[in-house]
């Protein structure tokens, strides 16, 4: 091994048995930690490439019994007991202290963040004071949520960022929506799976909601131009300057379907996304061009919106593993968490695999209890 090749394998955290492993699981034997709002869909990928699996979830859904050694959860799945008490600390910062005061004694070959980290990545600080963790680092995930930033690399792209405006106060809202314009949507700057966003569709919504507008906490608060059109996202593998394109996707969003009432909740996922090609060779030069200039590694996900007029607008980057896993693992014989840590090593895939038409849904109880 050249000395160029081992630099490479130490500072991604990548053992050499994973570049050597051809006919075997790719993490066969190996201790894999797993942090997320919805662990369970990485697990799951883990366990079925061989590794032992440490899990910190919020949900605590009964199969991760299936596919982990050990696992904590935020949320007790006990019959009968109310699931959401009132906690003194963000769900993220619990799942990084639950991770910690769980496993303190185990010795992690890799640990992979899921959902929940994208806005708060900062919070992952307290697993790297003893851990590495296998993907982006911190300081790119913060990175790969700076608009501004994006907008710059974007120019010259067939790729639009809607228009917005940061607040952190009642007047500051009401300026910025008259920059941006109506429709627009209100959302937390650190916000993910579609929580917690408001659409404010005309000057009639801000006079009829305008009491409960006053007394939102509006620090950290996004005001974004709305834009309707059809959601998509993509999936995408990289080495920190180069990237390519796995899939994609449609995105199911707020379906009455599902259990949803029109929000802006995030449903799951349907391949394929059926586009002219010259719009599909947009999304994935856009996108491939977008992970090379964050310098992001190991497995990304982009989401979109395509317009009536063809126009595509990106609402926002997750720099890790994303929900549509599972969806690309049940179409096809890949293993995107293996594939995810060969990438982190510097190897992208030679041939990218064709996913017949798939569906993951996610359906949502219709009434609180």
Same mark, same amino acid.
């Given at each position: 091994?050249?000395?160029?090749?081992?630099?490479?394998l130490?500072?991604?955290?990548?053992? %050499?048995?994973?570049?050597?492993?051809?006919g075997?699981?790719?993490?066969?034997?190996? !201790?894999?930690?797993?942090?997320?709002?919805?662990?369970?869909?990485i697990?799951?990928?883990c366990?079925?490439a061989?590794a032992?699996?440490? *899990?910190? =979830?919020?949900?605590?859904?009964?199969d991760?019994?299936?596919?982990?050694s050990?696992?904590v959860?935020? /949320?007790?799945?006990?019959?009968?007991?109310?699931?959401?008490?009132a906690?003194?600390?963000?769900?993220?910062? !619990?799942?990084?202290?639950?991770?910690?005061?769980a496993?303190?004694?185990i010795?992690f =070959?890799?640990?992979?963040?899921g +959902?929940?980290?994208?806005?708060?990545?900062?919070?992952l600080?307290?697993?790297?004071?003893?851990?590495?963790?296998?993907?982006?680092s $911190?300081e790119?995930?913060? #990175?790969?949520?700076?608009?501004?930033?994006?907008?710059?690399?974007?120019?010259g792209?067939?790729?639009?960022?809607?228009?917005y405006? *940061?607040v952190? +106060?009642?007047?500051?809202?009401?300026?910025?929506?008259?920059?941006?314009g109506?429709p627009?949507?209100?959302?937390?700057?650190?916000?993910?799976?579609? %929580?917690?966003?408001?659409?404010?569709?005309?000057?009639?919504? /801000?006079?009829?909601?305008e009491?409960? /507008?006053?007394?939102? &906490?509006?620090?950290?608060?996004?005001?974004?131009?709305?834009?309707?059109?059809?959601?998509?996202?993509? %999936?995408?593998?990289?080495?920190?300057?180069?990237? *390519?394109t /796995? +899939?994609? !996707?449609? &995105?199911? $969003?707020?379906?009455?379907?599902?259990?949803?009432?029109c929000?802006? *909740?995030?449903?799951?996922?349907?391949?394929?996304?059926?586009?002219?090609?010259?719009? +599909?060779?947009?999304?994935?030069?856009?996108?491939?061009k977008i992970?090379?200039?964050?310098?992001?590694?190991?497995?990304?996900?982009?989401?979109?919106?395509?317009?009536?007029?063809? !126009?595509?607008? #990106?609402?926002?980057?997750?720099p890790r593993? &994303?929900?549509?896993?599972e969806?690309?693992?049940? %179409?096809?014989?890949?293993?995107?968490?293996?594939?995810?840590?060969?990438?982190?090593?510097g190897?992208?895939?030679?041939?990218?695999?064709s996913?017949?038409?798939?569906?993951?849904? $996610?359906?949502?109880?219709?009434?609180n209890?």
């Amino acid at each position: 091994m050249t000395m160029e090749a081992a630099e490479l394998l130490k500072s991604n955290c990548i053992g %050499s048995s994973l570049l050597k492993m051809k006919g075997k699981k790719a993490l066969n034997r190996k !201790n894999v930690g797993v942090i997320g709002f919805n662990a369970r869909p990485i697990a799951c990928s883990c366990a079925k490439a061989g590794a032992e699996v440490y *899990v910190s =979830d919020y949900w605590g859904d009964s199969d991760l019994s299936t596919c982990c050694s050990e696992w904590v959860s935020i /949320l007790a799945s006990i019959p009968g007991k109310r699931q959401r008490e009132a906690r003194k600390i963000q769900a993220d910062e !619990n799942l990084v202290s639950n991770f910690c005061t769980a496993f303190p004694d185990i010795a992690f =070959d890799h640990i992979l963040v899921g +959902s929940g980290f994208d806005g708060r990545a900062h919070e992952l600080q307290p697993i790297l004071k003893k851990w590495e963790i296998s993907g982006n680092s $911190i300081e790119r995930m913060q #990175l790969a949520r700076n608009l501004s930033v994006i907008e710059e690399i974007l120019e010259g792209t067939n790729i639009r960022v809607p228009r917005y405006e *940061v607040v952190n +106060s009642y007047t500051e809202f009401t300026s910025a929506v008259l920059e941006v314009g109506l429709p627009c949507v209100l959302k937390p700057v650190a916000s993910g799976g579609g %929580s917690g966003i408001r659409l404010i569709r005309s000057e009639a919504d /801000l006079i009829a909601h305008e009491g409960r /507008l006053k007394s939102t &906490q509006m620090e950290g608060k996004l005001v974004q131009e709305y834009v309707a059109g059809f959601d998509s996202s993509v %999936s995408l593998m990289s080495t920190g300057d180069r990237a *390519v394109t /796995l +899939s994609i !996707n449609g &995105q199911l $969003i707020g379906m009455p379907s599902t259990g949803r009432n029109c929000d802006f *909740v995030y449903c799951g996922n349907y391949i394929p996304f059926k586009t002219p090609h010259h719009m +599909s060779k947009s999304i994935r030069e856009g996108s491939e061009k977008i992970c090379n200039e964050l310098g992001l590694r190991g497995s990304n996900g982009i989401d979109y919106v395509v317009d009536e007029s063809g !126009n595509i607008w #990106l609402m926002e980057i997750n720099p890790r593993i &994303q929900g549509t896993l599972e969806m690309l693992e049940a %179409s096809s014989t890949i293993s995107v968490s293996s594939m995810h840590l060969k990438a982190l090593a510097g190897r992208l895939p030679e041939k990218i695999p064709s996913f017949p038409p798939t569906v993951k849904m $996610i359906v949502y109880a219709q009434r609180n209890g």
